[in-house]
């Protein structure tokens, strides 16, 4: 039970996250057009144009990070994983206090809640299968004592 709503916790991350991600994506194309179009010093609108798509492409890389962790836990420490819901919920923060819309930012809450939950949820590590004995794969191997 604690392991499938680890995995629902995470899933449930990547899933909001990617949704935010690609939501940026789609309004790149409209965030180009207004800055052509705003008088804005090129400087200005060429680096707002790369944090734009950074954040997007930084929302689906942890997104699918979080996808692979919730099937394979163990292949990426859960501090990684906390800190990076931790970076949600400053994102969402900042998409509270600077931008108009706020589902956007409830979206990251979202993410970040979840991903924080799975986190308290993490699986324990399985114990390593002990290996055979030399002898005993020898002595099969051979086919007699």
Not at 9 to 36: E, H, Q
Not at 49 to 78: D, E, K, N, T
Not at 81 to 105: D, N, P, Y
């Amino acid at each position: 039970m604690r392991e499938t709503s680890f995995r629902f916790c995470m899933l449930i991350g990547a899933l909001a996250l990617g949704g935010v991600a690609i939501f940026y994506l789609v309004k790149y194309v409209v965030l180009k057009i207004a800055l052509d179009n705003s008088g804005v010093q090129p400087f200005i609108q060429h680096s707002v144009q790369a944090m734009w798509l950074s954040f997007s492409c930084q929302g689906l890389l942890i997104g699918l990070l979080y996808l692979l962790v919730a099937y394979r836990p163990h292949s990426m420490s859960r501090e990684v994983i906390v800190l990076l819901g931790l970076m949600q919920l400053m994102e969402a923060v900042l998409l509270f206090a600077l931008a108009v819309g706020q589902t956007l930012a409830m979206l990251l809450v979202v993410a970040a809640a979840f991903v924080l939950l799975g986190a308290l949820l993490w699986p324990k590590k399985l114990p390593a299968t002990p290996a055979p004995p030399a002898d005993a794969a020898r002595q099969g191997a051979s086919g007699g004592p």
